[in-house]
Every structure is written in C-alpha cells, then in structure tokens.
DNA sequence: CAATGATATGCAACAAGTTGCATATTGCTG
DNA sequence: CAGCAATATGCAACTTGTTGCATATCATTG
C-alpha cells in the first residue's frame, strides 16, 4: 500500500484538507500518483484511526466544515521509515500495449487515430512539465535548493513524455507506412 | 478491466491452460502485463461462466488433468471489440517518485544506493530486451512482418527503458555532487 | 533417497481501487 | 434568477489485486 505514504508525503508538506489533497495530487503528484477523492477520505478516516495524522476542524460561517490534517510525531515517523527502506519494482500495466500487442486484429485506421491522440495528450504533457521546469529555473536559488527533490521528479516526468512521443511515432509511421501499401 | 483482455489477446495468439499463460505473462507480457497465477485462475473461471473461452481437459497419465483454453467466437467478438475502441489514459503508480519527492527526508546515503539498485535493474532489463531485438532483426522477413506488433511493443520497452536509465543518472548524479558537499 | 524447482490447479481472507450516489454552500455566467 | 463549476465531505456496493495456504506429480541434483 502506498496511498498512505503519498498522503503522508503530501502531509510532511503541508498540512490541509482532503479536498486539499485531491488538489495536489492533481496538480503536482498526479503524474505518478492519482486518487479519487473517495479514496482519499476513506484513507484519511483510516489513518486518524491509526493515530499517524489529526485534524482540525474549523468551521466556517454557513460552510461546511473543513478537516485540517497535519502529522502527528508517530505519522512523521512512519514516513521516514517507509522513506528507508527500499521498494520492490513497480509493476507496469498499460493497456494500450496489450492492445497493439493484438493490434493484427484492430483496423489500422483507428489504431492511427488513437495513436495521434496519444502522441498529442503526452506532448501537451510535455510542454506543461517544460513551463514548470522553466518557472524553476528563473525561481530563486534557495527556492531551487529547497525544491530539488520534487524536480527531480518533474525531470523523470520530462523523459517519460519524451520517451511517449518518440515511441508515438515509431508506431505512427509503422501504421502509415503499411496503411498507404494497404497491408 | 483488462485481464481478461489480455488473457483474450494471449489466447488468440495461441491456446493454452492457465499455467501457460502465466509464463507467457511472465516472458513475454510482463513488461506491461503482470498477473499472479491465482489472479489468472480466478479470471478463466470467470471468463469460462461469460462464454468467452471454454477448454479441453487433457487428462494426462498420473499427472493433474490439464485444461487447455481456446476463445469461443464470442469471446473473439469481445477482443475486436475491445480493441476498436478508444482507452482512456493509463494512470502511472511510482511509489519510487512519491519516495523521491519526500526525499530530504531519508538518508542520502541510503536513498543513493536505492538508485543505483534501480538503476542496474533497469540496465539489465534493457540489455535483455535489446537481445530479444537483435532475435528479431535475424528473423525472417516474413516473421518480421509476422511480428510486426509485437516488436512495436518491445520498442516501447526498450525506449522506456532508456529513459528510467537517464533519469536515474540524473539523481545519481545529484545525490552524489550533494553528498560531496555535505549538504 | 531427500530436497528442490518446475508443472498444474485452486480456495479464502483481505486490501486497494472504482463507480454511483448523496449533501450543502459559494460564486460566476448567461 | 437558473444553471453550473468549484469547494467540501462521505457511504455503499462492487471489482480488482495480493497474500497465504493447499495439493499433487515429475525431473533433477546433491
């Protein structure tokens, strides 16, 4: 399980909400790691329950009241550990492979058209990870120093769409090529 | 889902029992396929209630009957139709990256050495499949042609590959020049 | 000849993730 | 002012995947 280890990173943080949570994961972890927001308040109920994160509640004048979760010392703690010791490989699953895999029985034309539309989503991606790259590099050098980690991880996000849209072609160019020979 | 979709994809290829295809995940879906044995059981057994495969037991002497799994039309019809219509975007799960991102808090040390260990991982499974590469390019042109799909996949692997590689550099790199410094 | 690993299959309990539903407010837009 | 998106939280049913256990044979190796 590790959805607990990425609260607890985004925790270590910054404290905040569940809806707060669902925002980051989004915005910033959600390249490597997603969650819906049910899950995300079923495991904040089952980690206070666990005594690694508290709340505050602060209610608001006529809204509904917010939970603000922070780390508690045995959270903290929890997240070292977890952060030490060494992980076994991810696993990947990328359905799109299983299915060019069988990609003999699809029609090619549609098979291209997915494919355009692969190529298109990463490279919009891609260009979206370069702006925040390059709002790093003209930040300040503390900030920099400070924010090292997470761009490292901006980085494998870069190469990972890089890799996506080279492939992309590889397999656009295959499909085209055949296509125009009618194979 | 899509189990079953892969199991459809490997039976189409060519019959087997469950054992079979748990080595064909193994070998030759398992860079971006992975199933356990007891997930695959579970899944034929499902998928035989659905009508999409059916099987021939084999009973063979003094060895456990074997059951030999062939797709049904039905289930033909399922894959095709699987295969033409469009997936949404697989999500990506790097318990890695989460770990990297809450990375000042962990040992650099120990953090290094987990990079070099993916690192070498990452090394060794791309020389395995530039091997399977080079297999392919002295192969016929008519397996070629035959393979054509298949080898689209293993590209994928190869370019993924090489991009995990050059990321990890680049955290090697920094967690050594950091180290260096003391920082 | 005993131990191990490969072949071959499966159940049961549990953890993780998805989908659908439900509620309530604020602020914006047409 | 009606409708919609964003904020904010949560339950329940279901599907998927993991872990541990269980069985039985055959071939190899020490």
Redesign the pocket.
């Known amino acids: 399980?590790?959805?607990?280890h990425a609260i607890l990173t985004l925790l270590e943080t910054e404290d905040g909400?569940?809806?707060?949570l669902?925002?980051r994961f989004e915005d910033h972890l959600g390249y490597f790691w997603?969650?819906?927001?049910?899950?995300i308040?079923?495991q904040?109920?089952t980690m206070h329950n666990e005594a690694l994160i508290d709340y505050q509640l602060e209610a608001q004048?006529?809204?509904?009241?917010?939970?603000?979760y922070t780390l508690t010392d045995s959270g903290r703690q929890a997240l070292s550990e977890w952060v030490q010791q060494p992980l076994k490989l991810g696993?990947v699953?990328d359905a799109l492979l299983v299915k060019i895999y069988a990609g003999h029985l699809a029609d090619k034309e549609q098979l291209l058209e997915e494919m355009l539309h692969y190529r298109d989503s990463h490279k919009r991606m891609l260009q979206t990870f370069l702006a925040i790259e390059n709002e790093y590099h003209s930040s300040s050098k503390k900030k920099q120093h400070e924010l090292a980690m997470p761009y490292l991880t901006l980085r494998r996000g870069i190469l990972g769409e890089r890799a996506c849209i080279e492939w992309a072609e590889e397999v656009i160019n295959y499909l085209q090529k055949t296509n125009s020979r009618g194979q």
């Open positions: 399980m590790s959805l607990k909400t569940g809806y707060d669902l925002k997603n969650a819906s927001h049910q899950q308040y079923a904040l109920k004048d006529d809204k509904p009241d917010k939970k603000i696993k699953k």
